[in-house]
């Protein structure tokens, strides 16, 4: 079992900035790709960005590419998204989620998901 809790969402104007965490527990972190996912009212949950566990290679969906960065440490267990130039519709929940191996796009690939932060930004 892996437990995943998000933190850092809230309210920001447009063109701010956050950070987002995921810290993980359970097995061994580092075996494990974490991904962000975001979900809008209405809208299918959508992959944002992804890194591998040994290997750190790292995905972005094309509508946060340049905008967003997300790194992991190992050693604190938790992997993090730099979210900057914010947007109105990047309004969503955020959404942090572990599998085996590599990162994938699809959610249906991933095996733990934490509860969701929610990130609104007001324009």
């Known amino acids: 079992q892996v437990q995943l809790v998000e933190s850092g969402g809230g309210l920001v104007q447009a063109g701010g900035s956050l950070r987002l965490s995921c810290a993980a527990s359970?097995?061994?972190?580092?075996?494990?790709?974490i991904s962000w996912f975001r979900q809008a009212p209405g809208k299918e949950r959508e992959f944002v960005a992804g890194?591998?566990?040994?290997?750190?290679?790292?995905y972005y969906a094309d509508s946060v590419k340049g905008r967003f960065t997300i790194s992991r440490d190992n050693a604190k267990n938790t992997v993090y998204l730099q979210m900057d130039s914010l947007k109105s519709e990047d309004t969503a929940v955020y959404l942090c989620?572990?599998?085996?191996?590599?990162?994938?796009?699809?959610?249906?690939?991933?095996?733990?998901w934490g509860q969701g932060t929610q990130v609104t930004v007001s324009s």
């Open positions: 359970g097995r061994t972190f580092s075996n494990y790709a």
């Open positions: 989620a572990a599998r085996p191996g590599g990162p994938k796009f699809s959610a249906g690939q991933y095996d733990y």
């Open positions: 890194i591998g566990g040994t290997t750190g290679s790292i």
